[in-house]
């Protein structure tokens, strides 16, 4: 198959594992980026509360995610025209944050090359680098040289993929637990571990849920369009409630012992609550692991760690050109899979170009701080939102006036139909999720009400207390940006506000119900089945 089509001809993944494996490769970056958030605010609370909002936020949202891209077999742009045409800038929104975090996750690890070239990657002296430090040409180059694995992988789409997926995905998560491992075997690494005991001791900060909240959605890959573009390569037929709890799991896991990592490194060092927070602070504490053995096992050990940030790298890559190639694939489902792949190719070694520029760690420490707590939240908020609130929204309209009810009772109709009817409806046509054991009553709850809610309030008020708080630094590498980066960053929050105020002044489109997936039904080997092709004929016709 050398064209992606958007029927029911749909390339999907080798195997499960290779869905599990692309759906996991987003949260891979959190192993750089979790403990620079938990180092910034107290350890054991933050810990606490990004397992709750994982729980909680981040795990239904995945199911949500992924069961829309399955249903839809469309990538964000796609999902969000079907659903509703008026939102394809919700999806729009999407394929960008994902391709922002893709680039800063393959600068972020990047930076390693720096420590090498710069022999401060070592146990004695793993000391940061200065702070006016850019990235040099010779660091530019190890991107271009990640952007052609990118492209070589997406060639022939996701079957392609699934091969380099099954080469990286497993060596990070092995070579990263083994680290971990070694680090908390490292002596009076208790010291550092202790802290984390005391899990009662900021927990009344709402900026520490606003970070936490921020940091599950990323490490879950959610509000980016990974997750709907996995799901999107998946069988109609495949069951993915408990896929999902599996992803989730891994994620949070493996998130958590990236903490564990740094705590026990720095009570090793004795620098526990003594080092200030850095974006690249694994880069300087990675070399300590290797601190108690002989020269040749430390080089080894230095080497394999090497290649596994650049793992890092290449899985939020991979990723990210996965989520822009299947738009592109969607605007036009006739372009062979070696332009779009040229086409991610062109576009990541542009971006990383702005990485070798003079004010290239300045760039970086702004995107590190708007994309996740601006862009990504709030991709996730209006998902949750449009899901729950504006699909099918012309039904439940019908539903209340069938009741014959007017005034007040009419509006306590809308209430106590919308909570449930909407989102139950909307289990109806995604069809995995009506045959899954998930209680649905809690499910509904938590996608309409508790998670736009919640990350509601932690968006907002990081945008007060951002506003209010223009001359605190955000990282303590700099105490001044450069104003052009400033108003960059900035864009992103307002660019979200008017989002929201264009969506309002429009009315949502009806769609008619549409026929329950069962078992008796799934046609997926015979793309002419009449089942199939008057669901993809009443799908075209709703948008």
Not at 420 to 431: D, G, K
């Amino acid at each position: 198959m050398n064209v992606v089509t958007v029927s029911s001809g749909r390339a999907t993944w080798r195997s499960k594992g290779a869905f599990i494996l692309a759906a996991v490769a987003p949260g891979l970056s959190s192993f750089i980026r979790l403990p620079f958030a938990c180092l910034s605010h107290h350890p054991a609370s933050f810990l606490l509360a990004f397992v709750i909002c994982s729980v909680v936020l981040a795990a239904p949202l995945l199911l949500l995610e992924l069961a829309v891209g399955q249903t839809f077999q469309h990538a964000p742009v796609g999902v969000a025209q079907k659903m509703n045409r008026r939102f394809r800038a919700l999806g729009l929104l999407h394929v960008v944050m994902g391709w922002l975090m893709a680039v800063l996750t393959m600068a972020s690890t990047s930076w390693v090359w720096m420590y090498v070239s710069a022999s401060s990657w070592d146990p004695r002296d793993s000391s940061p680098l200065p702070s006016n430090v850019s990235m040099n040409w010779s660091q530019y180059l190890l991107l271009l040289v990640q952007w052609i694995v990118v492209w070589m992988a997406l060639l022939r789409g996701v079957q392609s993929l699934s091969i380099a997926l099954y080469m990286i995905i497993p060596f990070v998560l092995t070579i990263a637990t083994l680290g971990a491992a070694g680090a908390i075997a490292l002596p009076n690494s208790k010291a550092g571990l202790g802290e984390l005991s005391n899990v009662t001791e900021g927990l009344d900060s709402l900026e520490l849920w606003a970070a936490a909240a921020a940091q599950s959605f990323l490490s879950s890959g959610l509000g980016v369009g990974a997750m709907t573009t996995v799901g999107s390569y998946n069988r109609k037929s495949r069951d993915i409630v408990k896929w999902s709890g599996c992803i989730a799991l891994i994620n949070t896991t493996f998130a958590v012992l990236s903490c564990l990592t740094a705590t026990a490194i720095l009570g090793h060092k004795d620098q526990m609550g003594k080092l200030e927070a850095s974006p690249d602070i694994m880069l300087q504490l990675i070399p300590t692991i290797f601190a108690e053995v002989s020269s040749g096992a430390r080089t080894i050990g230095l080497t394999v760690m090497f290649f596994m940030l650049m793992g890092i790298g290449l899985a939020s890559g991979l990723t990210g050109g996965l989520v822009l190639q299947s738009t592109l694939a969607d605007c036009m489902p006739n372009i062979p899979f070696y332009l779009t792949a040229s086409a991610v190719l062109a576009l990541g070694c542009a971006s990383s170009f702005f990485f070798i520029l003079n004010d290239s760690y300045y760039l970086y420490e702004i995107m590190n701080y708007f994309i996740p707590a601006f862009g990504v939240t709030f991709g996730g908020i209006l998902q949750c939102v449009l899901v729950g609130f504006f699909f099918d929204l012309a039904s439940l309209r019908q539903k209340v006036r069938e009741r014959g009810r007017d005034g007040w009772r009419r509006f306590i109709d809308y209430l106590s139909m919308g909570c449930f009817y909407s989102v139950e409806n909307m289990q109806y046509s995604i069809n995995r999720i009506e045959k899954s054991r998930v209680n649905r009553p809690i499910w509904c709850c938590l996608v309409k009400f508790v998670i736009p809610a919640a990350v509601s309030i932690f968006w907002v008020s990081e945008l007060i207390r951002s506003a209010l708080h223009r001359d605190r630094p955000l990282s303590p590498n700099h105490q001044e940006f450069p104003w052009y980066l400033m108003l960059g960053g900035w864009i992103i929050p307002f660019l979200a506000v008017l989002t929201v105020l264009s969506l309002l002044a429009f009315k949502p489109e009806q769609m008619e119900e549409r026929p329950m997936w069962t078992s008796a039904n799934d046609q997926d080997d015979n793309p002419e089945a009449a089942f199939e092709a008057e669901l993809e004929l009443e799908l075209e016709l709703a948008v």
